[in-house]
């Protein structure tokens, strides 16, 4: 059933409007430097903190946050925000250690910096990978999550077309280049963050009225931690023989206290860090206006859950205690919530007045084409200066590279398509965050690994990060799929945890155990075959003395962000 009207249609046309008129005016101000293949892929120079800090923030809330992460506080609940915050202890290691590096030695991809540290068997490697991972595992599950999401209130039968509108409008934006996609993520932002919480108000307010006993958002909030209060812990127990399928299920995704160990952080390092999709922003900027954007979207990270998540718990609330809830199934058992937990953020959207649920869909929309357009230009970047200039074109021009860089676009995103029309890849089974996090954890240890002894110890050598990159893939596929089938359901390394669907018992080992392990044989294999190695590489890194320093505005925000970030763990333990 539709449940947008011609107010929420003309509201989202005016978003659509204001967006594409801006960038358009942002293209024709570069126009003199559209054939400029790094102003193309970076924006180089010209963006600004606030810009980078935005941006940052609109290409990584997208459909799997909204969607997923909002799905997963429906069954899990505020626990699947560790991804956020942590995100925001990460970024301040990003923005301090590594964003030296990398300016200081100029580099524009992550596939660069690995051929100047080790060679070019290594970055190649890495570039096929990430054009891999960038195609099939991120770039169809955002447009698959938003089609979904969008479909869910103007009808399951528009699918397709509402797939094909966010490429179209996607595509529009990337082909503009870095500096438009990265100051219309300011737009996207302000429209993302006003709509997402005023769909958090009014989910509050139906909390309210329909389970509380009184009026207000407060009394909406007050009610979600009587009335879920499991729902409003950080870290969850180990389950036991007792434990109920549905606790046992929530473990496996947020494994309590051992996945800060180390799961989490190879996540957010490798995202945030090693991850040409994210870094791209602050690439073409000087150090300090860099340090400042990475900061500035940490401090943003804090707040997103508020906007991702929480919805996520009042639709949990709502539906617990018999609301009817749009696209939800009635009183489906705790255990069986996976199935239904990816419809919670649009279950929500349709409690929104006239006028202000075409905004939230404005909203949503904004994270989604950003988070495409985003995607779409790091792989374009990286297929052009990676592999069409380095193999294929090593005298091209910057025009050629350019239109070489905006066909890449077009065919990256008609793949998405094809790879998500019928949902192939099976992202619906999964559960949208699960999914992106799990595949990609497959190749996140060994990455991270390669990138940090790279970084930061000069003994390293290139047929490491080779081993690295395999140690850490087979052993991410060992653990995640035959570990607990070849060496028991439970060793001094794990625990397996049986999972029940559908009738069928499979036995699961967290994944973000699974990857903390696979880190950490990752880093041993490392450090043995560069010891058999010189004492000095020499494509080490040269890292002198005031490189970290920082400037007191920097370690302000710092030492905010510490603040902000314990006192929340502290309140939610």
């Given amino acids: 059933m539709n449940k947008l009207v011609t107010q929420d249609y003309l509201v989202f046309i005016l978003y659509f409007i204001i967006v594409a008129s801006y960038g358009y005016w942002i293209y024709r101000r570069r126009k003199s ?52 915050w942590v995100a925001a202890i990460a970024l301040i290691i990003i923005a301090v250690w590594f964003m030296p590096i990398y300016l200081k030695n100029k580099i524009y991809t992550m596939p660069q910096f690995l051929k100047m540290r080790y060679n070019n068997t290594v970055s190649l490697i890495m570039t096929v990978f990430w054009l891999f991972l960038y195609i099939l595992v991120n770039l169809t599950s955002i447009l698959y999550l938003g089609a979904v999401a969008i479909s869910g209130l103007v009808g399951p039968e528009y699918l397709h077309p509402i797939m094909i509108g966010l490429a179209f409008f996607a595509l529009l934006i990337t082909l503009g280049g870095m500096k438009v996609i990265g100051f219309t993520d300011v737009i996207q932002v302000a429209v993302l963050i006003i709509g997402g919480l005023a769909t958090i108000y009014f989910a509050l307010q139906q909390v309210s009225h329909h389970v509380g006993d009184g009026t207000g958002v407060a009394n909406g909030f007050s009610t979600l931690m009587k009335d879920a209060p499991d729902h409003f812990h950080m870290i969850f127990d180990k389950p036991t023989a007792e434990s109920s399928q549905y606790d046992i299920q929530r473990y496996v995704i947020l494994p ?34 860099a340090r400042t954007g990475i900061l500035f979207a940490g401090m943003l990270k804090i707040m997103m859950p508020i906007i991702v998540m929480l919805p996520g718990i009042a639709a949990y609330v709502l539906y617990k205690n018999g609301v009817s809830m749009t696209g939800l199934t009635p009183n489906v058992a705790p255990e069986n919530l996976y199935q239904i937990k990816d419809k919670a953020y649009s279950s929500v959207l349709a409690f929104l007045p006239t006028g202000l649920r075409g905004l939230s869909v404005a909203a949503l929309t904004a994270a989604i084409v950003a988070s495409l357009a985003g995607k779409a230009n790091s792989i374009s970047t990286i297929f052009t200066l990676d592999i069409y200039k380095k193999y294929m074109g090593k005298d091209a021009t910057e025009k050629q590279l350019v239109v070489i860089g905006k ?30 996090q799990k595949y990609t954890g497959f190749i996140s240890p060994g990455i991270l690994a390669m990138f940090l002894l790279g970084m930061f110890w000069k003994r390293t050598t290139g ?57 950490l044989f990752t880093v041993l294999v490392m450090v043995a075959i560069s010891l058999a190695g010189p004492k000095v590489n020499p494509q080490a890194i040269n890292i002198e003395r005031g490189m970290f ?19 929340i763990y502290v309140r939610f333990w």
């Avoid at 969607?67 to 560790?82: E, I, K, L, P, Q």
């Avoid at 690295?468 to 070849?486: D, K």
């Avoid at 060793?491 to 999972?499: D, E, G, R, S």
Wanted: with cysteine; glycine share 12%; hydrophobic share 55%.
């Fill in 33 to 84: 430097k559209e054939h400029d293949s790094k102003a193309f892929f970076l924006a180089e120079g010209s963006l600004t903190w606030w810009a980078i800090g935005a941006s940052l923030i609109a290409s990584n809330i997208s459909a799997e946050q909204f969607v997923g992460m909002s799905g997963d506080g429906f069954f899990a609940g505020v626990a699947v925000a560790c991804y956020e």
């Fill in 256 to 289: 309590g206290i051992s996945m800060y160990f180390l799961g989490q952080w190879i996540v957010n390092l490798n995202y945030w860090g090693c991850n040409q999709y994210i870094t791209q922003r602050a690439l073409g900027a000087d150090l300090n206006t």
């Fill in 407 to 436: 066909l890449a676009i077009v065919v990256a995103m008609l793949l998405g398509l094809m790879l998500t029309w019928n949902d192939t890849l099976g992202i619906g089974g999964e559960g949208g965050f699960t999914f992106i």
């Fill in 463 to 519: 047929a490491a990060a080779v081993a690295g990159i395999l140690v850490g893939f087979i052993t991410s596929v060992i653990f995640n799929n035959y570990a607990a089938e070849w060496f028991g359901h439970e060793t001094l390394l794990y625990t397996a945890f049986p999972i029940i669907k559908e009738g069928i018992t499979t036995w699961e080992i967290p994944f973000l155990v699974c990857m903390g392990w696979s880190g």
């Fill in 549 to 567: 320093k920082v400037s007191p505005r920097v370690l302000t925000m710092i030492v905010i962000t510490l603040i902000l970030i314990t006192a």
